[in-house]
T-cell receptor
Framework: KAGVTQTPRYLIKTRGQQVTLSCSPISGHRSVSWYQQTPGQGLQFLFEYFSETQRNKGNFPGRFSGRQFSNSRSEMNVSTLELGDSALYLC??????????????FGQGTRLTVV | GDSVTQMEGPVTLSEEAFLTINCTYTATGYPSLFWYVQYPGEGLQLLLK?????DKGSNKGFEATYRKETTSFHLEKGSVQVSDSAVYFC???????????FGAGTRLFVKA
């Protein structure tokens, strides 16, 4: 079956702009989590969505937001981009929350560069 | 709260050398433990996992044993290959915690 799909793969934006990233989870998976990966900070949890509701949020400013649609697809948005937002953004899906003792399936990520 | 600490990299080895990447954790309850691998330009993929104390996860020649007494889950491989060059992440998942906790990652370079 198809894996987790993230679009676009690469993105270049200018400071102050906003950006929207998309994630389609594995079919049947209803929980979607987002992570930011940077060389200096490693892998940091942004938020998790299930049933169109945010269930958990990491320690990021309000410029970072997300949503989930009824088909479990998720988007994350970053407004007023800063140079420090340049990172690889990874999406992971699970069947449902409460299954963190099982594997998360990751997409290939979206590489965002802010100039 | 829950946390994972893994050895800093990069780790540079010659082909066929023995690999150990240390990982220790702090957690409440009985978490599952994972090793994920990230190859250049890719997302993370599960390498192996263990769901309870004394379990040994293994895959592609890699092994790790869930040691509750030392709160550790060290990754080992007897003979590394150039193709093993990647970043390795130790992680724990605790039901009810609603998120997986990742270590900082350890970059491995294997020279021919």
């Amino acid at each position: 079956k198809a894996g987790v799909t993230q679009t676009p793969r690469y993105l270049i934006k200018t400071r102050g702009q906003q950006v929207t990233l998309s994630c389609s989870p594995i079919s049947g998976h209803r929980s979607v989590s987002w992570y930011q990966q940077t060389p200096g900070q490693g892998l940091q949890f942004l938020f998790e969505y299930f049933s169109e509701t945010q269930r958990n949020k990491g320690n990021f400013p309000g410029r970072f937001s997300g949503r989930q649609f009824s088909n479990s697809r998720s988007e994350m948005n970053v407004s007023t981009l800063e140079l420090g937002d340049s990172a690889l953004y990874l999406c992971a899906s699970r069947i449902a929350p409460g299954t963190e003792n099982t594997e998360a399936f990751f997409g290939q990520g979206t590489r965002l560069t802010v100039v | 709260g829950d946390s994972v600490t893994q050895m800093e990299g990069p780790v540079t080895l010659s082909e066929e050398a023995f690999l150990t990447i240390n990982c220790t954790y702090t957690a409440t309850g009985y978490p599952s433990l994972f090793w994920y691998v990230q190859y250049p330009g890719e997302g993370l993929q599960l390498l192996l996992k263990a769901t309870k104390a004394d379990d040994k996860g293994s895959n592609k020649g890699f092994e790790a044993t869930y040691r509750k007494e030392t709160t550790s889950f060290h990754l080992e491989k007897g003979s590394v290959q150039v193709s093993d060059s990647a970043v390795y992440f130790c992680a724990l998942g605790n039901t009810g915690g609603f998120k997986t906790i990742f270590g900082a990652g350890t970059r491995l370079f294997v020279k021919a």
